[in-house]
T-cell receptor, first 112, second 114 residues
Framework: GDSVTQMEGPVTLSEEAFLTINCTYTATGYPSLFWYVQYPGEGLQLLLKATKADDKGSNKGFEATYRKETTSFHLEKGSVQVSDSAVYFCALSLNRDDKIIFGKGTRLHILP | DVKVTQSSRYLVKRTGEKVFLECVQDMDHENMFWYRQDPGLGLRLIYFSYDVKMKEKGDIPEGYSVSREKKERFSLILESASTNQTSMYLC?????????????FGQGTRLTVV
């Protein structure tokens, strides 16, 4: 069935380090892909999205490129900040229905 | 500003009680969802609804039911609460655009069943 797999956390980095959180998906058809972020004590909010192959989503210095050939949507940021500490969820949505399927989440800790 | 509001942030209930979790959205979205979030398991879909009075089972519907009598409101019901339903519950809504748009989430209800 359709699914999302993302790297397990927690991921701990120092401030200004380069970040990659891997995400791969399995889906029949052509999904839209999303990264959501959950800051402590809050609900999820959309970070970025890509709706077709080779699209790049970007927001707040984060980027992810929809790679159909590798079924991946890895999240990257060139220089992380303490305020980026949160849980990050990769997700997909299929155009045959509006169900959203989430990965298990990756907790990110940024040390000052 | 778009908004999804869950009626309670924290809730403590006794085993066997009937529990109602309420969610209201003000964006006129067709789709609404209930997830539960548990450490190591991520978000798991309980039920979703794509229209008033319509509902679809998600991945873990056992022990839950839902009600969507009005477009803006989607209620999750625990018929007889059990300790293994202690969790964070997240409500979300999205427009009916075949997966192209994102979901908007409420702040979550942390339910403890004792």
């Amino acid at each position: 069935g359709d699914s999302v797999t993302q790297m397990e956390g927690p991921v701990t980095l120092s401030e200004e380090a380069f970040l990659t959180i891997n995400c791969t998906y399995t889906a029949t058809g052509y999904p839209s892909l999303f990264w959501y972020v959950q800051y402590p004590g809050e609900g999820l909010q959309l970070l970025l999205k890509a709706t077709k192959a080779d699209d790049k989503g970007s927001n707040k210095g984060f980027e992810a490129t929809y790679r159909k050939e590798t079924t991946s949507f890895h999240l990257e940021k060139g220089s992380v900040q303490v305020s980026d500490s949160a849980v990050y969820f990769c997700a997909l949505s299929l155009n045959r229905d509006d169900k959203i399927i989430f990965g298990k989440g990756t907790r990110l800790h940024i040390l000052p | 500003d778009v908004k999804v509001t869950q009626s309670s942030r924290y809730l403590v209930k006794r085993t066997g009680e009937k529990v109602f979790l309420e969610c209201v959205q003000d964006m006129d979205h067709e789709n609404m969802f209930w997830y539960r979030q548990d450490p190591g398991l991520g978000l798991r879909l309980i039920y979703f609804s794509y229209d008033v009075k319509m509902k679809e089972k998600g991945d873990i519907p056992e022990g839950y039911s839902v009600s969507r009598e009005k477009k803006e409101r989607f209620s999750l019901i625990l018929e007889s609460a059990s300790t293994n339903q202690t969790s964070m519950y997240l409500c979300a809504s999205s427009p009916l655009d075949r997966g192209l748009d994102e979901a908007f989430f409420g702040q979550g209800t942390r339910l403890t069943v004792v």
